[in-house]
């Protein structure tokens, strides 16, 4: 492994690699408060098991964390059902975009993993159980705010707003999850619940000390035990990506989540907890110059789980 003096270095290249790059993606303009975000915007942080933390470029801006959010859901969920969770939710990667209704009617409605959109309803409604939704959200922030040691984490009401109204194809799983008896609320009081959470707004540098539990070098949160950070992480690498989770795995190597905001949230177990975000997208919906981010640091640093150089 290169030393912190390296890594700084790295991670100033790589900015200013992205920053060059006249393709930057796509915004995810049909959310409109997203459409509103400067695709130019790049930041990148990363935090070390020997509690040192390196950043570049905008990794103090705060971001709409999106789908990262299903991470911070499943890992509570997993925690209060563990093994329960998978009779209503599977452990495949999908072939299908993130918000496939195709895909759910196929399956009789079991979402294929808790990382598409529809496995994500379903995570949110089991968290949500008897309280009601504002409890369950500052059930949800306590945790974030605990593994990142920081109290400044909070939901943006106009993003969450914007969700509400835009999201039709998140009302049609939500009514098709109720069709199939596997949604137990009402959906409004899912999605709003799930709108919410996917509005939590958190900075690069935030981002990647909630990260560092899942790493192994940080005290886990309340609920999440050893075996679950491992379900997750591996659950990152398979399906955290969409269907473009196998070429994240082959390109980058590293266990992540990703979100429409631009956000990624990548784990190398016992060495380091990465967050980068940049708002562009590619056609599966996730950070264009964040995963090209991601492969660079990747590779420069030895830093794939499937190399045995940097084990």
Known sequence: MKTTVDLEQTLLDICADMTACEDKGVVA????????????RFGMSVCLADGQQFSAGDAATRFSVQ???????????LGRYGDGLWRRVGREPSTHDFNSVQELEVRRGIPPNPFVNAGAIVTTDMVLADSTPAETLGEILRFIRQAASDEDILIDPAVAASEKLSGHKNWALAHFLKSFQNLKHPCERTLGVYFHHCAIEMTCEQLARFGRFL??????????????????????????????????????GIPAKSGVGGGILAILPGK???????????????????????????????????????Q
């Open 29 to 40: 303009n049909y959310i409109p408060e997203l459409a509103k975000v400067s695709p130019d």
């Open 272 to 310: 380091a907890s990465i967050a980068v975000w940049a708002p562009g997208l590619n056609k599966q919906g996730n950070s264009l110059l964040g995963t090209k981010a991601l492969e660079a640091l990747s590779r420069s640093l030895d830093w794939s789980v499937f190399d045995s150089g940097g």
């Open 67 to 77: 789908s990262v959010s299903k991470v911070f859901t499943l890992a509570i969920a």
């Open 215 to 252: 790493a192994g070098f940080s005290k886990s949160p309340n609920l999440v035990s050893r075996e679950n950070i491992r379900s997750i992480n591996a659950l990152m690498m398979t399906c955290g990506h969409y269907n473009g989770s196998g070429e994240f795995a082959y390109r980058v």
